[in-house]
Each structure stands twice: as structure tokens, then as C-alpha cells.
């Protein structure tokens, strides 16, 4: 069993930043992917981000490529998610995963089974 307990979320104006945090103990085990999703009202939940805790680059969805950036932080045993100039259509509720991985793609992305409770990020326009 995984715990993912996420924090950062709030509320901001668009084109400011924030930065989203997982803990997660034990995260640094390899072969392990982090992923961070998002589920805005009446739309379905979708991959923001994902890294393999094994090395490896990062995988963006296109509409946050270049704007978010996602990162072990080892001194917390967290994930980040850095998100630089937020846009109002970036307003969700944002969620920690992980998965087990045996190979290092973290793009599968209905295959997370452990998830965190979430924390709500608001761009007001």
C-alpha cells in the first residue's frame, strides 16, 4: 500500500505560478512511476505529468509542456509539480498517483492504482 498525501493547491491569478507537492514514503524505490492528474467539473481526469523514479525523462501532457515541470524533491520523499504561467483552464482538482512499472513508461496513464485525496488549484482570469 502507498500513501500520497498532496499539498500546494490554492488560488491564483492567471499567468502566476505554484508549486504542488506528493509525499510519498518509500517513493524513492525504483521502478516506480509518479504521476500528477487533474479532473476539472464535467470533464474526465487526465495525465498532467509523470516520471519514472528509476531515471528517465519526465512526460508532459501538450497543454502543460513547457509551463510545468515535475521533480523528485528527496529531502521531503515528495514529487513536486512546478506550474508556471497558469492559465483559468488550468482550474481542477489535481491528484497524486503512482504505479508500479517494469519497464520505465510512465504514459499508461489508467493503469495508476494508488492515488492521493487531491488539492484544488483556481486560476481566476
Known amino acids: 500500500q502507498v500513501q500520497l498525501v498532496e499539498s500546494g493547491g490554492g488560488s491564483v491569478q492567471a499567468g502566476r505560478s505554484l508549486r504542488l507537492s506528493c509525499q510519498a514514503p518509500?517513493?524513492?524505490?525504483?521502478?516506480?512511476?509518479m504521476g500528477w492528474f487533474r479532473q476539472a467539473p464535467g470533464k474526465e481526469r487526465e495525465g498532467v505529468a509523470a516520471?519514472?523514479?528509476?531515471?528517465?525523462?519526465?512526460l508532459y501532457a501538450d497543454s502543460v509542456k513547457g509551463r510545468f515541470f515535475i521533480g523528485r524533491n528527496d529531502a521531503k520523499n515528495a514529487v513536486d509539480l512546478q506550474m508556471n504561467a497558469l492559465k483559468p483552464e488550468d482550474t481542477a482538482m489535481y491528484y497524486c498517483?503512482?504505479?508500479?512499472?517494469?519497464?520505465?513508461?510512465?504514459?499508461?496513464?489508467?493503469?495508476?492504482?494508488?492515488w492521493g485525496q487531491g488539492t484544488q488549484v483556481t486560476v481566476s482570469s
Open positions: 498517483a503512482a504505479v508500479l512499472s517494469s519497464d520505465g513508461f510512465c504514459g499508461r496513464w489508467q493503469e495508476y492504482n494508488f
Open positions: 518509500g517513493y524513492t524505490r525504483r521502478s516506480r512511476c
Open positions: 516520471l519514472y523514479t528509476g531515471g528517465g525523462m519526465p
